[in-house]
């Protein structure tokens, strides 16, 4: 399963073949807010926030979520993920619980994903 950091949109037809790698509905990614960058695929968000941490982000910087292509264009995000349960960022949940940082992830992934569709 491959998992690719970009850090400029991508066309839509690249951003389906993450599709069946593993999920055939969604597409895991992890947004770094700092760097404006996206770790996009993979089976679970720690391995995109891995890869992410390799690459030179810091930790409070990243965030999780799943992209739905077939969905309607108001519910193809969602910030929901493990990684970011961190009490020490003020976040106690799966969901990003701060709106303001929750619209800075969603416009980054708006952005790179060229999203609407």
């Given at each position: 399963m491959e998992i690719r950091?970009?850090?400029?949109?991508?066309?839509k037809e690249e951003t389906l073949r993450f599709l069946g790698q593993p999920f055939?509905?969604?597409?895991?990614f992890v947004v770094d807010v700092r760097l404006g960058v996206m770790a996009l695929g993979g089976s679970m968000h720690?391995?995109?926030?891995?890869?992410?941490?390799?690459?030179?982000?810091n930790q409070?910087?990243?965030?999780?979520?799943?992209?739905?292509?077939?969905n309607p264009a108001m519910a193809q995000i969602e910030l929901h993920s493990l990684i970011n349960i961190r009490p020490a960022?003020?976040?106690?949940?799966?969901?990003?619980?701060?709106?303001?940082?929750?619209?800075?992830?969603?416009?980054?992934?708006?952005?790179?994903?060229?999203?609407?569709?």
């Open positions: 950091i970009i850090g400029q949109k991508i066309p055939e509905d969604m597409v895991k720690a391995d995109a926030e891995a890869v992410l941490l390799r690459n030179g982000s409070s910087d990243l965030w999780g979520g799943n992209f739905f292509p077939k960022d003020k976040n106690r949940s799966l969901v990003v619980q701060d709106e303001a940082l929750a619209g800075k992830i969603k416009e980054i992934a708006v952005q790179l994903l060229g999203l609407p569709w």
